[in-house]
């Protein structure tokens, strides 16, 4: 956990200022812990960026349905009716600029190859880590007034 440290503070720190800039609202990280692979997932909507080049791994943002609708909201200003092409969009892209932002903050960023963003739908839906030896860390956000968020960092980093 000790080299992991100082890549888990730029993505709070990342994250924290996304939702203030991006989106227009503060959220409130809440105690990391690492996740149970194995575990069901209460998500409706998650957006994978894979990682590669000096540091391995993928970066997730997860959530319920009705939480990506109330985002979307903001960003686009209208109330989609369900999870449309616009709140894949948004979900997509929130993902993509914490993790875009995240590259110079963290050693060898500079190194780090990020993919485009997928988006997966549906409810309680699992996403199944390539490897058995990764360790994934979960960090929930606390927005509005009781939503959670939830940001998953999975690395394998260079020796």
Excluded at 48 to 69: D, F, P, Q, R, T
Excluded at 74 to 94: F, H, K, N, R, S
């Amino acid at each position: 956990m000790d080299k992991m440290i100082q890549y888990i503070k730029p993505f709070v720190d990342v994250a924290l200022n996304t939702f203030e800039e991006f989106v227009g609202c503060e959220v409130v990280a809440k105690h990391p812990y690492f996740l149970d692979a194995e575990k069901e997932s209460e998500w409706d909507i998650s957006s994978v960026i894979g990682l590669s080049g000096a540091v391995k791994g993928a970066v997730i943002i997860s959530m319920k349905k009705e939480l990506a609708i109330k985002i979307t909201e903001l960003l686009v200003g209208t109330t989609p009716a369900d999870v449309d092409a616009d709140v894949v969009d948004a979900v997509g892209e929130i993902v993509n600029i914490i993790t875009g932002n995240v590259k110079p903050l963290i050693p060898h960023g500079d190194r780090i190859v990020i993919s485009i963003p997928t988006v997966v739908k549906g409810k309680e839906h699992v996403i199944t880590w390539p490897s058995k030896q990764a360790r994934i860390l979960c960090i929930p956000f606390k927005i509005f007034e009781d939503d959670i968020f939830h940001l998953l960092v999975a690395l394998e980093l260079e020796d």
